[in-house]
Each structure stands twice: as C-alpha cells, then as structure tokens.
Nanobody
C-alpha cells in the first residue's frame, strides 16, 4: 500500500523551530521528486520547498528561504522539513508529496505543479503563536 505519513507538527512560539518528517511506504522515495506544501485557513495550498529526483536541486518559496531546509534520507525512505525562525504566518497544515517526474533542475517546476504530484500525505498542523 502506497502511503506518506507526516509527523512533527505542533504548536510553537514565534522564533522557534520544528522538524517535520514524512515516511514513505509502498514505493521508493529516492526515485521521485518530493515537496512540502502548506495550506493556511482560507488560502490555497502552496509549494514551500521541493527537490528534484536526480540532481537533488532545491527550491524554496521566498517566504521561507533561509529559514527552512528540505532533505531526504533514502536509507529510511523518509523526507524532512527543518523549519527555523518560525513566524505566525507560517501557520497552516503542511503536506508532503511525491512526484514521479524524473529529471534535473525541476525543483521549482514541481513546486508549482501541485496537480502533478502522485502521492500526498494526510497533513500535519503547524501553529506558530506570536
């Protein structure tokens, strides 16, 4: 059974840190481009950070650049999002996702191609208090 399971969300004060994890099962994550997305109340889901499958190039949205870091651990079939210096505007439900596209330099493209993602996690709530 193909599955992505997120963990690590929670309530944190502004300036704090959280590390989100996303464990994949039923498929091999390293063959996929991966991404983290978030959806704030009343807003559309947006790409926060993505990385290509082949060259591991990365993309970060302007709002998180310099504060968030995407990574993956192929041995554990798991992806991560390290979030530092959190702000109240980072509040939302965070989703991990996997995209079957293969190539290099595709991180920004896949982060804009939400409909192209093949698998999605169930989401984890992140709340940043001021």
């Amino acid at each position: 059974q193909v599955q992505l399971v997120e963990s690590g969300g929670g309530l944190v004060q502004a300036g704090g840190s959280l590390r989100l994890s996303c464990a994949a099962s039923g498929f091999t994550l390293d063959a996929y481009a991966i991404g983290w997305f978030r959806q704030a109340p009343g807003k559309e889901r947006e790409g926060v950070s993505c990385t290509s499958s082949l060259d591991r190039s990365t993309y970060y949205s302007d709002s998180v650049k310099g504060r968030f870091t995407i990574s993956r651990e192929d041995a554990n079939n798991t992806m991560y999002l390290q979030m530092n210096s959190l702000k109240p505007e980072d509040t939302g439900v965070y989703y991990c996702a996997a995209h079957r596209i293969v190539g290099i330099g595709l991180a920004r493209y896949v982060c804009k191609d939400l409909r192209g993602f093949d698998y999605w996690g169930q989401g984890t709530q992140v709340t940043v208090s001021s």
